[in-house]
């Protein structure tokens, strides 16, 4: 018999995480809003029961481990926190966990998924990857954690395509830096078409899942395409 998620007492929890989701991004930009967080929670899950098809059963993604940690993935998100608050995820997010089990959710903390997704949202970030590979200080953990992967690639897959374009444009305005520049003006390096030609036709190819990767091709593509017109509609191409 196939096991129903979300029980009644998964639930709770989930329902607390989106509360809390909720009220702390309508402090945040359009580009890092509480509708993103949305998309990367649906995506997450989708990648998780896709991947779960392939996998034995004991190597089965935790589903609300997955969706916590998309709901929180940007709670403290370090462009919009103190470097305080976001210095100790599973310190910050500990009174939440013991709310939500004194509510009649599951005891997170006992059981031990309370220090996973606090690790998870601790890993989320492009930057952090790629601090910690240059580091060498990427662990097996991190190559190997499907929880990890799933929630990492459904929020990159927000950052590429149409989502992303959009995204890229609102955080840019967000913080009063050119959409875009001529090659050789001061304000390139931080302008939003710059952006992309640093990072986010990188994200394709550090995709962890199948199904993101898959995913991602159609996204990429658009995103190529739109670079592409950009620069054909700055050289007035005819």
Same mark, same amino acid.
């Given at each position: ?29 359009? +580009?890092?809003?509480?509708? @993103? ?32 940690? %998309? ?11 103190? %470097? ?6 599973? $310190? ?9 089990? +004194?509510?009649?959710?599951?005891? #997170? ?39 990890? @992967? ?8 927000? $950052? ?8 890229? $444009? ?7 830096? $050119? ?10 390096? +931080? +302008?939003?078409?710059?952006?992309? @030609? ?17 995913? %991602? ?6 995103? #190529? ?14």
């Amino acid at each position: 018999m196939a096991v129903v998620y979300p029980t009644s007492e998964e639930a709770v929890v989930v329902a607390a995480a989106e509360e809390l989701m909720v009220k702390t991004m309508a402090r945040y930009d359009p +580009s890092h809003d509480a509708f @993103h967080v949305q998309r990367v929670r649906k995506t997450a899950l989708k990648l998780a029961r896709t991947v779960s098809e392939t996998l034995p059963e004991d190597k089965q993604p935790d589903l609300l481990t997955i969706e916590l940690a %998309a709901l929180l993935h940007d709670v403290l998100d370090k462009k919009y926190v103190s %470097a305080q608050d976001a210095a100790d995820p599973y $310190a910050f997010f500990l009174p939440f966990f013991e709310s939500a089990a +004194s509510k009649g959710g599951p005891d #997170l903390v006992k059981d031990g998924r309370a220090r996973l997704i606090t690790r998870i949202i601790e890993n989320v970030s492009w930057s952090t990857e790629k601090k910690l590979t240059a580091s060498g200080k990427i662990e097996e953990w991190h190559k190997e954690c499907v929880e990890l @992967h799933c929630v990492q690639d459904a929020d990159r897959l927000d $950052a590429i395509g149409a989502f992303g374009v959009m995204r890229c $444009a609102a955080y840019s305005a967000a913080t009063n830096h $050119a959409l875009h520049t001529p090659d050789d003006h001061p304000a390139r390096e +931080s +302008s939003a078409i710059q952006h992309f @030609h640093d990072k986010l036709v990188h994200i394709k190819g550090r995709l962890k899942t199948t199904p993101g990767k898959k995913l %991602a091709e159609r996204r990429h593509k658009l995103m #190529l395409d739109f670079l592409q017109a950009v620069e054909e509609e700055y050289e007035v191409q005819l």
